[in-house]
């Protein structure tokens, strides 16, 4: 009796789980088209297992939270499907089955050690009935398993309410939007992740160009995203990690990343926010907000300033279990408040402006960028020349502090006899400012005009000292044709120290030092030795941060941040340099030009900020 009950559920179950996954799957299919072969479906379990937890496995209770609850589950669905829905009734596969249902009730259990004093960052509403609605799965598979060969009726009556009760969670979850819908879009993610190269070993950080050509002009409504992103949002588990890492939202300027992604839900849904259990937006009530996939993002869905409160950082992306690319959709939606409403506010307007006309942010004549070298002899690369190293110095060149920095940089270069030269008057901005403000025109122009004149020139690296820069050159100019070996000049440093080419004297900086990573060399392109190494050659012992290396905080300079200026309660900054202060930190190094005006700008005590070729060249031997 019990047996055939579990099997006749079993199959309703399945029913009403594949009719609610059609009805999810109609909704991803409003977003644009986007090839990915049906193959990499094959993926998924090298995926789960190795990628995905090697996110999950940074909270180690988490793992095991999940490697019981995932893991039980999975594993009672399969045997019950096999023994139950085949009709096989085998009791060895009911032993099977109260073994998985023991782990998966010891991971709801944990779910709900877990939720008994949540920390901030994680949602309610829903989510504080899932610990009881899978251990009601597991329970009623249990009993199911452990009775249904004895065929006692009470006990079979309790374990068919509780496997019924379970069962809902997840059947009737997918198509309503439940909790548990994450678990098949979170699976369905992994084979057909927008980013398919973060399983291929390749670091995969760089935007996606559009094709202005063909009328892509970013997102203006969630039906632009691609289908694969609409499929993305969907997995979001609500954890918070991504809004525990934000900066933005530390500094209390309207934007968390995970009420952004649960947003772009909404609006997928054709809902409003108001069923929306976890920390709202600074300064922005929650049930205000509504959509559906054919209606503007702004202002039904979002506020403008949310989406130009982010620095790109890619912290929020560096936590995220599910592997969910905040940044992109960020990028996407600006790319149509620039190219299409030419809204874009703060001093960020006049940037681009200056970028159009002058090929600087600032508005400077190319002319002056190399100024700063005047005495120092410096090479210009010029057709029919050679020269082992090409010195792009970026932005940075224009500000009168960061340019001690260039000196330095020299300086270094100079007494290890590196073969170098700069380009000069052809230097054009590499075009980061613009791409990240939405300006995809303005980035591919300034980016093909670079890309012309390094084609005319003779040498075999570049070099610079400036992260956006780096990335923009190494990872984003490669999909306009422009392929170079690139190094950021701590990299170039470290080497030239492992080589004896630089020669010291006089004794370390006795005085504390703390390193700061940038985001665009740490997290986006995972350096985060060489500037360390760098240190070490000198002496310098590095009192780490609570925040460093891929985990390290933002200093606020990036994503045109501070051309946007959205208000918040306090600057991304002043919080960083707390953390510097609240180690003893007498120093900051630093490795990035936006870093430095960041962090210098803090207003109050504050610890020395020195950039990495300053801290070199106090201490060069003749």
């Known amino acids: ?49 190795v990628d995905l937890h090697h996110v999950v496995a940074r909270e180690p209770f988490i793992a095991r939270t999940h490697v019981a609850v995932a893991g039980g589950a999975i594993l009672a669905l399969l045997v019950i499907g096999i023994n139950y829905g085949l009709a096989l009734y085998s009791p060895v596969l009911d032993r099977v089955l109260l073994g998985a249902s023991c782990l998966m009730l010891a991971g709801a259990a944990m779910v709900a050690w877990r939720r008994r004093a949540p920390p901030a960052r ?3 509403g829903p989510w504080m009935r899932l610990p009881f609605t899978l251990a009601a799965f597991a329970l009623g598979a249990g009993l199911a398993a452990w009775y249904a060969p004895q065929g006692a009726q009470a006990p079979a009556l309790l374990a068919i309410a509780l496997l019924a009760l379970g069962a809902a ?69 609500q954890c918070g990690k991504c809004e525990a890492a934000c900066p933005a939202l530390a500094a209390g300027q309207p934007l968390n990343p995970k009420k952004l992604i649960q947003d772009m839900v909404v609006g997928l849904s054709g809902k409003t926010d108001a069923g929306y ?20 993002i702004f202002q039904g869905l979002l506020d403008p300033e949310t989406v130009w409160s982010c620095t790109t950082c890619r912290a929020c992306v560096q936590e ?25 506010p703060g001093k960020g307007a006049q940037a681009l402006e200056n970028l159009r006309h002058t090929q600087t942010v600032g508005g400077f004549p190319r002319a002056v960028r190399y100024h700063w070298a005047i005495d120092l002899d410096v090479p210009v690369l010029v057709p029919g020349a050679r020269t082992d190293y090409l010195l792009v110095a ?75 820069v780096f990335h923009c050159m190494k990872n984003e100019y490669p999909a306009l044709g422009g392929r170079y070996d690139v190094l950021h000049h701590s990299g170039l440093i470290a080497r030239l120290f492992k080589e004896g080419r630089i020669r010291l004297k006089g004794e370390a900086l006795a005085a504390p030092l703390t390193y700061h990573d940038p985001c665009y060399l740490g997290r986006y392109n995972g350096e985060l030795e060489a500037p360390r190494e760098v240190l070490a050659a000198l002496g310098i012992g590095v009192r780490e941060m609570e925040r460093s290396r891929e985990k390290g905080r933002c200093c606020g300079g990036g994503g045109g941040a501070p051309f946007t200026d959205i208000p918040g309660k306090t600057r991304i900054p002043d919080i960083r340099i707390v953390d510097a202060r609240t180690i003893g930190a007498e120093v900051v190094a630093v490795a990035c030009p936006n870093c430095t005006a960041m962090l210098e700008g803090v207003v109050g005590p504050r610890p020395e900020v020195m950039e990495l070729a300053e801290l070199v060249v106090q201490r060069l031997g003749d």
């Open 169 to 237: 969670e997840l059947a009737l979850g997918i198509g309503m939007g439940g909790p548990m819908k994450h678990a098949v879009a979170g699976l369905l993610n992994l084979a057909f992740h927008p980013r398919q190269q973060r399983f291929e070993g390749r670091r995969s950080t760089d935007l996606r160009p559009l094709n202005l050509e063909g009328g892509d002009y970013g997102v203006t409504k969630p039906a632009d995203f691609a289908w694969n992103r609409l499929l993305q949002f969907d997995a979001c588990v």
């Open 122 to 124: 994680l949602s309610r």
């Open 277 to 296: 259990a976890g920390t709202p937006y600074p300064g922005k009530p929650v049930g205000e907000h509504g959509g559906a996939p054919d209606q503007p």
């Open 394 to 468: 970026g932005e940075g060149a224009f500000d009168m502090r960061y340019q001690r920095a260039l000196r330095a940089l020299v300086k270094v270069l100079k007494h290890a006899k590196v073969d170098f030269a700069v380009l000069g008057e052809a230097e054009l901005d590499s075009g980061d400012l613009a791409r990240r403000l939405g300006d995809e025109a303005g980035f591919q122009k300034l980016a093909q005009g670079n890309i012309a004149t390094l084609s005319k020139l003779q040498f075999k690296h570049i070099v610079t000292p400036d992260p956006h």
């Open 1 to 49: 009796m019990l047996a055939n009950i579990i099997t006749i559920s079993f199959w309703a179950s399945m029913a009403l789980m594949l009719l609610g996954f059609v009805q999810r799957a109609r909704l991803w299919s409003n977003g644009r088209p986007q090839r990915i072969a049906l193959g990499k479906l094959f993926t998924i379990p090298k995926r789960y297992f």
């Open 320 to 344: 995220c279990p599910m592997l969910i690319e905040h940044v992109d959709a960020v990028v996407d939606m600006r790319r149509a408040l620039t190219l299409v409403d030419g809204a874009v």
